[in-house]
């Protein structure tokens, strides 16, 4: 299983991420979630906000961060003046 994990400093505006939802929801090959960090093991969380693309393998994934929903994602969350912290990872 591949991940796409997105860590926000702040939490994002609703509506607007609202918006930013539904291109997610079109990337191809992916499960998207997000919601709020409410915590860590040892004083304040550093991420307020977290979401992910989940992708069943590396060729799902490798599709999905090729496609042109993933890119108008990514331009999208930018053009909202965000800044995540993006990190891919491989989840056995």
Not at 5 to 32: N, Q, R, W
Request: charged letters at 25%.
């Amino acid at each position: 299983m591949h991940r796409v994990i997105v860590l926000y400093d702040e939490v994002p505006d609703a509506d607007s991420y609202a918006e930013h939802v539904e291109l997610c929801h079109k990337v191809p090959g992916s499960t998207f979630r997000h919601g709020k960090v409410f915590g860590s093991p040892m004083g304040e969380a550093p991420h307020k906000y977290y979401a992910e693309f989940e992708f069943a393998d590396e060729a799902a994934f490798q599709a999905a961060v090729r496609s042109e929903e993933f890119m108008a994602a990514g331009k999208d969350v930018a053009a909202r003046g965000l800044r995540p912290t993006i990190e891919f990872a491989e989840v056995g």
